[in-house]
């Protein structure tokens, strides 16, 4: 990257991006709720078949390239057009053969309304195209305020219209509209606030260099993505769309805590670490506090949104959503670990060992295959349980390179996640036995929050854990740079 990223500026950029990814996906969460009172399980549970082949096509548009833009040391108009034209092109050759593949689909799974449903969401592949370059350009330059308003708008208007659509009687056309407008929205927004446009420029040999690196990305992400939906296509083919929209709504609730925080840390992370690639000694030292500071927040959020499961599916999504109960409190567990995957594989991207990320996610998806034939053998809940001993071994197989890497070792690792793991093991007991008592689900529900929060943040405070330290003056620091930055451009 042309210029090193200053402390400042990495810990201002964090911060709108937590800002962007809580708003947004707090707004769509707010959203989905509304949805998924007004719609049914099976109407979800299509939409989420659809959204896996729509996710595997993004893989090819928004990765890989994608990526190799922000790791590059030094950019310019030809590389950022190439990769434009490159991945406009790639957007146009899926878009064809998901729309002539969209009848074989759905009569592998018995599902007429999958064609023009599939036809229609597969539009956003184009955005995608777009919005990859975009997002490539404000990385690199640290600018997450702007994809702050673009994303929040978009989420605002693609809420509304979804919210209509649902209470007019349009079904699973009201999830695909909200979708389509969020997409459309979120690129447009951006085409006026990133100071980018693409030129007629389109140079065969930078994209040769971008791909060199890139195409290992993108190979590892396919390959994540694919096993991470495998199970949601076993489960609708096996079983019925209503019970994978049980499974996919009781994975939404810890997702959206984690895609706040994991994917804060993801985007803001590689850019940062690629400017000090090197200087290994500070990217350990950054990757420590990356994972620290995570596990800081996610642990207790995870342990505690599975233990308040219940009172908060029964109030939020109604009785009829109970069934998604024991998925969501098996992926609460199976996303514990998840930032801690994401700084140490950041780090590795950063040092430019792309060849080593694929190496990584072929173990890993080996033996996650074993682990899923394991448990098809007993039941729809062992799929969901797999998923988390395939986490529990994957943090030990991401964690692995870094050690030899970054000399971050295992026994350095397992201590800097331990004080806050210990705590919220402590404070999950005691929101437990708020359990215990025979009230009613808002009660319950209030009592096991509050006491959750209080606890947490007192045993930080008895025990002096230095992240809680950390993090009251980073966010300090962060509002007095935010300041000084306004007044500097004003």
């Known amino acids: 990257m042309g210029k090193k990223i200053t402390k400042n500026e990495v810990l201002a950029s ?14 769509n969460f ?36 994608n990526t190799a833009l922000i790791q590059k040391k030094d950019v310019d108009e ?79 208007i693609s809420g509304l219209v979804g919210i209509f659509m649902a209470f007019n009687g349009f079904g699973v056309w009201a999830l695909v509209a909200q979708q389509l407008v969020n997409q459309f929205f979120s690129t447009a927004i951006m085409w006026f606030t990133v100071k980018w446009r693409p030129k007629l420029l389109f140079k065969f040999e930078r994209l ?26 076993i489960i609708s ?19 959206v805590i984690i895609t706040n925080i994991n994917g804060s840390i993801q985007s803001v ?13 500070r990217i350990k030292g950054m990757v420590r506090r990356s994972i620290t500071t995570s596990t800081f927040i996610i642990f207790p959020m995870m342990i505690g949104l599975a233990l308040v499961a219940e ?14 109960v024991p998925f969501l409190q098996i992926f609460c567990m199976s996303y514990m670990f998840m930032p801690f995957h994401t700084a140490n594989l950041e780090a590795i991207k950063a040092l430019g060992y792309s060849d080593l990320i694929l190496k990584i996610e072929i173990i890993k998806k080996v033996l996650e295959l074993l682990i899923l034939l394991i448990s098809l053998k007993f039941g729809v809940y062992a799929i969901a349980f797999g998923a988390f ?77 230095e992240t809680s330290i950390y993090l009251f003056n980073t966010l300090k620091s962060v509002l007095e740079f935010s300041r000084n930055k306004r007044k500097i451009q004003d």
Request: aromatic share 14%.
């Open 389 to 465: 001993i395939t986490s529990l071994i994957s943090t030990i197989i991401n964690s692995y390179p870094n050690t030899k890497l970054l000399n971050y070792s295992y026994k350095e690792q397992l201590a800097d996640i331990m004080p806050s793991l210990m705590l919220s093991v402590v404070m999950g007991l005691v929101v437990y036995s708020v359990k215990l008592m025979v009230l009613s689900a808002w009660l319950t529900l209030l009592i096991q929050v509050c006491v959750g929060v209080i606890i947490y943040m007192v045993l930080a405070q008895i025990f002096k854990i």
């Open 208 to 233: 040769r260099g971008l791909f060199s690196y890139g195409w290992k990305i993108l190979a590892s992400n396919l390959i994540t993505t694919l096993f991470l939906d495998l199970r949601s296509l």
């Open 311 to 324: 009172p908060l599916v029964k109030i939020v999504l109604t009785d009829k959503w109970l069934p998604c």
């Open 237 to 255: 083919k096996i079983y019925s769309t209503d019970l994978l929209g049980y499974f996919n709504k009781g994975k939404q609730f810890p997702y």
């Open 14 to 27: 964090l911060f709108w991006k937590l800002i962007e990814r809580s708003g947004t996906q707090g707004i």
């Open 78 to 156: 030809k590389d950022y057009s190439t990769v434009f034209y490159a991945s406009l092109g790639v957007a146009g050759f899926l878009y064809v053969i998901l729309f002539f593949a969209s009848p074989f689909i759905a009569s592998f799974y018995d599902q007429d309304l999958l064609v023009p449903v599939l036809r229609a969401l597969s539009i956003t592949l184009f955005f995608g195209a777009v919005n990859s370059i975009q997002i490539a350009v404000i990385s690199r330059n640290m600018q997450f305020k702007k994809l702050f308003y673009s994303n929040f708008g978009a989420i605002i």
């Open 269 to 281: 992370m590689l850019p940062a670490y690629s400017s000090m690639q090197d200087n290994k000694e």
């Open 30 to 65: 707010l959203v989905s709720i509304v949805l998924a009172r007004l719609l049914q399980p099976q109407e979800y549970g299509l939409i989420a078949l659809i959204s896996i082949f729509i996710a595997l096509a993004n893989v090819f548009i928004q990765t890989g390239l």
